[in-house]
């Protein structure tokens, strides 16, 4: 059900817009308090107080709000921009490599590569000094490596078989442009 433009008749408002309808809303307004009655004028009053007092408030609010707003671009503006740390997985290739090498240095230790996985372990306990040195050679292992202890058990905590164990997972740092 809307409303048809086509068929409405706008001469038909155009009585609303004359001098003579001004004229007579002036008069019917002169006459209020004469035919409402002072009861109804209060009530009125009252409505138009609140209303203007909400008004007033809200008109408040809202700079308060501007200023709320304008503080906070300001503490975005001064809030340094910072790069961010990001871990990325390391070759496959680099960590094999590295692993031949420590093999060669440290014999009485067994060190296999499991992806980008290093396992370091020991039978005995007294190879400890060495595994503790190859356990440093691998967090200094490579430009930018960054060495995450995922295992690590001395003697009894360890399984039967193995008396010294350490996983190290190898990551590469990237460091990302601030956004």
């Not at 817009?17 to 009125?44: C, H, M, R």
Request: proline share 2%; with cysteine; hydrophobic share 40%.
């Amino acid at each position: 059900m809307g409303l048809n433009f086509k068929s409405f008749d706008f001469k038909s408002l155009q009585k609303y817009f004359t001098p003579k309808a001004t004229e007579d809303l002036n008069v019917f307004l002169e006459k209020l308090p004469q035919n409402a009655g002072q009861t109804v004028l209060i009530a009125a009053s009252i409505a138009w107080g609140i209303a203007a007092m909400a008004g007033l408030y809200t008109a408040i609010q809202t700079q308060n709000m501007i200023k709320l707003r304008e503080e906070l671009k300001e503490t975005q503006a001064l809030k340094p921009s910072v790069p961010k740390i990001k871990n990325v997985s390391i070759g496959k290739k680099d960590v094999e490599s590295f692993v031949a090498k420590a093999k060669e240095s440290y014999k009485g230790l067994d060190i296999k590569a499991n992806g980008a996985n290093i396992l370091i372990t020991a039978k005995d306990t007294r190879n400890f000094a060495e595994f503790r040195e190859a356990i440093g050679h691998v967090q200094n292992g490579g430009n930018g490596w960054r060495v995450s202890l995922e295992k690590l058990c001395v003697g009894r905590e360890c399984d039967k078989q193995y008396k010294l164990a350490a996983s190290l997972k190898v990551n590469k740092v990237s460091v990302e442009k601030a956004q």
